[in-house]
């Protein structure tokens, strides 16, 4: 008898496909995190960690929030998310992946409809695979397709609510949503708006509150804030109506039957909101982005305007043989094949933050300039 014949078979063909993926621990030049204020060594959330140890706030919560999980470290940090981001509830998740598969398995319900971006995150993906609406796909940042879905499910008899799902910034072509057209489409079809913040928040809008910040407080806008990547931490920040927050909390099984994140790393989100909040931090990387796009485009790099940069390659196996031969010269870029990206659009992903400097751009600048 051979065990596990057939998942040796599946390693294989994406072995051969050049589509294997393997863990690595982190070495040169960072231009692979998303860490892009650098806050995750930062030696004032170290200091958060120590201060809430010293507390007496324990590593572990012990259990679901619903059960003695709950601390009291997560209600403030809800309670102060809720007021940076201009919402009326927050609800604190593990992780980003939790929280976007949570929401969209548990709150669209049976006879609605979820119009999603064609290039939504994979949690999203989970979410509406579990979830009992309809999901259909729109065109990538095309307002007008979003409303085309909507108006061609109203016209075959769809009569629940439709649920808008987006990224505000996207995580591997680094562009962004039209948030203001999407809120259009929203209130014009008594929709709700779904935006994941995941790579805006801490980057973009006032103090950091994401692209999202100037639709805050509307009842029909629920956004999502990942607390590992800007922040430098580890969660995620689920903020919208005190309805959502109550009926995840009733009807969430990932949130329901899950441990609760450590109070510990609740204390970090706490003090990642304020540090983000202060400017320069944030126009260090904007600065940065700015003359990465300048000194990369000649290897072909597409400017985004954000500090998701990437070099489409198209081919599986050159995309990964450029990587190791970035990685052998000590940057640590990272190949991105399907089904992360489509196919025939494998790439270099290049992201930004304060980890490395404009040196180490210049440098990468040239690396990529002998590779072509």
């Not at 929709?191 to 009842?219: K, M, N, S, W, Y």
Request: proline letters at 5%.
């Amino acid at each position: 008898m051979v065990y596990f014949d057939v998942q040796r078979r599946d390693l294989a063909e994406l072995a051969e496909r050049s589509r294997a993926r393997r863990l690595a621990v982190p070495a040169g030049r960072d231009f692979a995190s998303n860490d892009y204020l650098a806050l995750a060594g930062d030696p004032a959330l170290a200091a958060a960690v120590r201060g809430a140890i010293d507390a007496g706030v324990p590593i572990g919560s012990g259990g679901s929030r619903l059960l003695r999980g709950n601390h009291a470290e997560h209600e403030q940090l809800e309670a102060e998310a809720a007021r940076f981001f201009g919402a009326e509830q927050t609800l604190y998740f593990s992780t980003g992946y939790a929280a976007n598969a949570a929401l969209l398995a548990t709150l669209p319900q049976r006879g609605d409809l979820i119009v999603h971006d064609a290039l939504i995150h994979a949690s999203a993906h989970e979410g509406m695979r579990l979830s009992r609406a309809e999901a259909r796909g729109a065109a990538h940042n095309d307002a007008d397709g979003f409303a085309d879905a909507i108006a061609a499910w109203r016209a075959g008899g769809g009569t629940g609510r439709v649920w808008i799902v987006v990224e505000s910034l996207y995580s591997m072509d680094g562009d962004q949503a039209p948030l203001a057209a999407l809120a259009e489409v929203a209130d014009r079809h008594e929709a709700i708006l779904v935006v994941d913040e995941a790579h805006a928040t801490g980057v973009f809008g006032p103090d950091g509150r994401g692209l999202a910040a100037g639709l805050a407080g509307r009842p029909n806008l629920i956004t999502l804030h990942t607390c590992g990547k800007a922040l430098g931490c580890e969660g995620a920040l689920l903020c919208g109506p005190r309805v959502v927050r109550d009926f995840l909390v009733n009807r969430g099984r990932a949130f329901i039957f899950s441990t609760a994140p450590s109070p510990l790393m609740a204390a970090a989100v706490r003090a990642a909101l304020g540090l983000i909040a202060e400017p320069p931090r944030r126009g260090r990387l904007q600065a940065l982005i700015a003359r990465a796009e300048q000194l990369l485009a000649p290897a072909g790099v597409r400017p985004t305007g954000s500090q998701i940069l990437p070099l489409v390659i198209g081919d599986d196996a050159r995309t990964m043989e450029m990587a190791a031969a970035l990685q052998a010269q000590g940057f640590d870029v990272r190949g991105i094949r399907p089904p992360t990206v489509p196919a025939g659009t494998s790439r270099l992903r290049i992201s930004l933050t304060l980890n490395a400097g404009e040196e180490d751009v210049a440098a990468l600048a040239d690396a990529l300039r002998g590779l072509a």
